[in-house]
């Protein structure tokens, strides 16, 4: 998709699903779903505008769905669970008697 920020390019193209044509985007592996009709320039423009965002935010997706007329779906990759905060553990006491 250029050398932006988000830069990624098709890896893979599915066309086996007479609806959905899946694009699959290197490095990363985003598939974007998009309609099997011709694409409008509109809808790829939308493309950049949410890998941009998604660059931004440092976040990146599995999924990216522009088959809706007005609606994208984005299925981000969730952030790495923080460790446990142990600062508050208090050490347990051994039972007496």
């Known amino acids: 998709m250029g050398s ?4 990624g390019h098709p890896s893979e193209i599915d066309v086996s699903d007479p609806h959905v ?6 490095p990363d592996g985003v598939d974007v779903l998009l309609p ?3 694409q409008t320039l ?3 423009s939308a ?7 998604l660059a931004t935010r440092g ?18 990759i969730p952030a790495a669970a923080a460790p ?6 208090q050490p ?3 039972r007496r008697g």
Do not use: C, F, N
């Open 42 to 44: 509109r809808m790829l």
């Open 4 to 7: 932006g920020p988000y830069s």
């Open 59 to 76: 976040e990146t997706a599995s999924r990216i769905d522009l088959r809706g007329e007005e609606v994208i779906a984005v299925r981000p």
């Open 84 to 89: 446990a905060d142990t600062a508050d553990v």
């Open 21 to 26: 044509t899946v694009v699959t985007l290197a």
């Open 47 to 53: 493309l950049r505008v949410v890998l941009a965002d």
């Open 36 to 38: 099997a009709e011709p």
């Open 92 to 94: 347990h006491e051994a």
